[in-house]
């Protein structure tokens, strides 16, 4: 009976250690693979080369328009151009706008939408006219705390996300600018943004639903990647694209080619565009997917 008990207790040692073994090394593998996959690796591409270029003038953001099968870049001076795939130029108008910060395009009516720095506001574009049709203000607060700091770096990027069921027809994301990740300094933050674009009620001002804390400083564009279901985010200073979900799930970070890259944008049939501040436009071949 003795050994028996000793058997037992032997056993229940041993499943124990077998057991806290099991559960440790399976926190380790967790743990590699999470660091794995936030591990920072060239951008997979193919360089197709420079495909246009801005004189005089510094592109601040740049949208592929799935209707027109065009690309349009706005720039910090307030011009607006569209030009062909092949870099070949259609169009630049003035918007009378200042500090145009990022531009994207709603897929269902085909207007532009641009960030304006400084206003902290959104305005819509008709891309057939380069008319400015209607101002949105972004309120500044969420939940009782002021996420874009009036007077502050301001607003960088922007980018619209359908939603086929939202009273609006979808979201927009705009990155706030920051170049310091400490808690007292102005936020580097990814902000959910509702405007009435579909409401009748088209005073009302742009409200901030949710947000991300960014993990680099610089937010300079930002696209969306229909087949991967993630935000692409770019940052100047880093030289960096991350891929982000929209619950926060960063997927993967990479070294982008050129430099000083203030905008991004992802055509339909695997090539991607980067508005670099010495206003060379690039064209990439993207191999991600």
């Known amino acids: 009976m003795k050994k028996k008990l000793i058997w037992l207790a032997c056993m229940a040692i041993i499943s124990t250690i077998l057991v806290y073994f099991h559960d440790y090394y399976k926190q380790l593998a967790n743990k590699h693979q999470q660091a794995s996959s936030s591990q920072i690796v060239g951008l997979p591409s193919k360089w197709v080369g420079s495909i246009f270029e801005l004189k005089d003038s510094e592109p601040s953001g740049i949208t592929y328009h ?15 151009h569209e030009i062909r795939t092949d870099g070949s130029l259609i169009r630049t108008e003035s918007i009378e ?33 380069f008319k400015l049709t209607r101002k949105f203000p972004v309120n500044r607060n969420f939940e ?13 990027a922007i980018v619209f996300i359908p939603r086929p069921f939202h009273p609006e027809g979808g979201v ?3 990155g706030n600018q920051s170049f310091s990740l400490k808690p007292n300094r102005e936020r580097s933050i990814i902000c959910e943004v509702v405007i009435p674009i579909n409401s009748t009620d088209t005073n009302k001002e742009g409200e901030i639903t949710g947000f991300l804390p960014s993990q680099i400083i610089d937010i300079s564009g930002l696209d969306y990647d229909t087949s991967r279901e993630c935000l ?12 982000i979900k ?15 890259q203030e905008g991004i944008a992802l055509d339909d049939l695997g090539f991607a565009y980067i508005a670099q501040e010495n206003g060379k436009i690039i064209k990439i071949e993207d191999y991600r997917n």
Not at 145 to 152: D, R, V
């Open 66 to 80: 799935p209707i027109r099968k065009t690309l349009f870049i706005v720039s910090d001076e307030g011009n607006l």
């Open 97 to 129: 706008q200042e500090d145009l910060e990022g531009i994207t395009v709603n897929p269902a009516t085909g207007f532009l939408y641009a960030v304006v720095e400084g206003e902290d506001s959104i305005i819509e574009i008709d891309p057939s006219s």
């Open 144 to 156: 009782g705390q002021e996420l874009l700091k009036k007077g502050g770096m301001g607003l960088e």
């Open 172 to 174: 927009f994301w705009i």
């Open 246 to 260: 929209q619950n926060g799930d960063i997927l993967q970070q990479y070294l982008l080619p050129g430099s000083d």
């Open 232 to 243: 692409i985010v770019v940052s100047d200073t880093t030289n960096l694209l991350m891929e």
